[in-house]
């Protein structure tokens, strides 16, 4: 009886465990940390922070194209119908949001082309001209940087969330079937991309601000941790032993170290240390949180795939 239980036990978990490997992790990790950039920037603008050509918010949008159309590779190399991906944009589904995500993907890329127009680096207008005209026309319509800046903010809340959300509609999956994993995302993508923002940037006050803003939202991703585990070990049986596997089960290990202790705390004892001048800044915390947000995926997806309806003895 044993035996067979514990081969329908493993007929059940294969074929989800194995439906997705790296590249929706990937995918989901550097939409947010573009989403994260996107709201940075707009802030930036928004709040006039954009003085002189060494502002970061400039340096974010060739960073953010390179890396989206990283991200979007990834998508595409998980699609069993590659050749059809094109169908997607001859609709739009409201209630569907990978229909949304697709349009809000297809929105990004423009704004991240005219933010980069607003100051073109030397080294590729000096080779690519007609890309310096197109920049002085941007740059002659009146508060042409606010307006930027407002629909980089808006993007990229949009899009932070979607990467949760994406996985939230997914019902059959009770570890992900939280409306606070939209949240917890574009949180985290804030973290993540206020972390390499910060490792990157020229001028050492906007370097030590967001040093401060990781912080804050290292702060905020603890609490929306607290609020997705106390939804699920609120609701049914089956949530119940979803948020188990990361508490206590299979996954927990990597939770606990990569996630949680290597991807938040520790980085927000380091800061905290660096942005009251108590040590200098180094690029040891935000590499960990970095590393963290990627690991929050990989093992959000996967336990998420471990958790199902119709394995719901998966912890007895």
Not at 185 to 197: C, E, H, M, P, Q
Request: charged share 10%; hydrophobic share 55%; with cysteine.
């Amino acid at each position: 009886m044993n035996e067979l239980t514990t081969t329908r036990h493993n007929e059940l978990i294969d074929p989800i465990v194995h439906v997705w490997g790296w590249e929706i992790p990937v995918y989901l990790f550097l939409g947010g940390l573009v989403a994260g950039m996107m709201i940075i920037a707009g802030y930036f603008f928004i709040k006039g922070r954009d003085e002189g050509h060494e502002c970061v918010c400039y340096q974010v949008p060739l960073i953010g194209l390179f890396l989206l159309s990283l991200g979007m590779l990834a998508l595409f190399l998980d699609l069993e119908h590659k050749a059809y991906v094109w169908r997607v944009y001859t609709t739009f589904k409201i209630k569907s949001p990978m229909s949304w995500g697709s349009w809000i993907l297809l929105l990004v890329y423009p704004a991240l082309l005219v933010n980069f127009l607003l100051n073109v680096p030397a080294w590729i207008g000096d080779r690519l001209a007609f890309l310096k005209i197109w920049s002085q026309k941007i740059l002659a319509i009146k508060n042409i940087k606010r307006h930027v800046g407002k629909v980089n903010l808006v993007l990229g809340i949009m899009l932070g969330i979607y990467t949760g959300i994406l996985l939230s509609s997914l019902g059959a999956r009770p570890l992900w079937n939280s409306a606070i994993l939209g949240v917890l995302f574009l949180v985290s993508g804030l973290s993540t991309a206020s972390a390499l923002v910060h490792m990157i940037a020229r001028d050492r006050a906007e370097s030590e601000m967001l040093a401060r803003a990781d912080n804050l939202f290292l702060t905020i991703e603890l609490f929306v941790f607290a609020l997705f585990f106390i939804a699920l070990l609120s609701s049914t049986e089956v949530q119940i032993q979803s948020a188990m596997l990361l508490l206590t089960g299979p996954f927990a290990a990597v939770f606990w170290v990569f996630v949680i202790l290597m991807g938040i705390l520790i980085p927000l004892f380091i800061q905290n240390l660096s942005v009251s001048h108590r040590i200098k800044h180094t690029p040891v915390a935000p590499i960990m949180v970095i590393v963290g947000g990627f690991v929050l995926r990989l093992v959000l997806v996967q336990a998420g795939q471990y958790s199902h309806y119709l394995n719901a003895h998966f912890l007895k």
